[in-house]
């Protein structure tokens, strides 16, 4: 069953537990991995967000630095040239759902909760930039740690080194002054992990779940389903629902992904099956 959490987010609250929530996945970027250049300008990624919501999405995610293995590094300004147009359209169209911004850099995650996002979104967890910490803190805003560790010892169970990097990343936020209550853990699936470990990792996605913290799932169209089946990012879909829905079934709370309708409809069956189906609608 689901724990339950609350997250705030200034005079609101996001609340976490049996409720599956959906993370649309909104790239601002030129070379991410799956959707590179497809809502790069400011008007577009607000309608995409507008789909997004309208499909299922609780929470868009915004991130202007590709991730995927052999992306360059953006810089600070760079990344605020592309993120802060995207953020001040999702704003003028009257986005309400909860904003993330997808970065490691204290300066961007400063001013992007200054323009209206709600959450930070962090693939180095604390640790490429502990200043985030301190504007996290300072904000009280939720936060996602998501682990990325090149340098650990692959010899190491995984879930062993999972928990001793998040406990660092944990104590880099509570030094800062950030609730613990305002944590939200990522395994980091395809970040430094081999093929093997990926599947490994999402069948022992329950025992993140006992550290005590939400956890946020992020498997969407990875390579790893494609080296196991054979298909382009966007032939993945399937394959991320099914992953979305054992990660429901053992715990997790939030899914971070790029097809919203097919994994909110799939979160929605799984939550039916476990906890009892609403009231069936007329067709």
Do not use: C
Request: glycine share 10%.
């Amino acid at each position: 069953m689901h724990k339950s959490f609350s997250l705030k987010m200034g005079d609101k609250t996001l609340e976490l537990g049996p409720k599956p929530l959906v993370m649309g996945i909104l790239n601002v970027t030129p070379d991410s991995f799956s959707d590179g250049g497809d809502h790069n300008v400011a008007s577009e990624a607000a309608e995409q967000a507008k789909r997004m919501i309208a499909q299922g999405a609780d929470i868009i995610d915004v991130g202007g630095e590709s991730t995927r293995p052999g992306a360059d590094e953006v810089g600070a300004q760079a990344e605020l040239d592309r993120v802060m147009p995207a953020l001040d359209a999702l704003k003028a169209a009257g986005i309400e759902a909860p904003i993330s911004i997808d970065t490691y850099k204290a300066i961007v995650g400063h001013q992007a909760i200054q323009a209206g996002a709600n959450i930070i979104n962090d693939v180095w967890g604390f640790q490429r930039d502990p200043e985030l910490a301190d504007v996290a803190a300072h904000y009280q805003t939720p936060s996602i740690l998501m682990h990325w560790d090149p340098e650990r010892d692959v010899a190491r169970d995984i879930i062993s080194e999972l928990k001793r990097y998040f406990d660092k990343s944990i104590q880099i936020a509570e030094y800062a002054g950030l609730s613990k209550s305002q944590v939200v853990l990522d395994p980091g699936f395809g970040f430094a992990k081999s093929y093997e470990e990926n599947f490994e990792l999402l069948g022992r996605i329950d025992e993140l779940v006992e550290l005590g913290y939400p956890v946020l799932v992020g498997f969407s169209r990875k390579s790893t389903l494609g080296k196991l089946l054979g298909v382009e990012p966007k032939e993945r879909v399937a394959a991320t629902g099914a992953t979305t829905v054992l990660a429901y079934g053992q715990g997790a709370h939030i899914f971070r992904v790029h097809d919203v309708r097919e994994n909110f409809d799939a979160l929605q069956v799984a939550r039916a099956t476990t906890y009892g189906p609403p009231p069936a609608q007329d067709i």
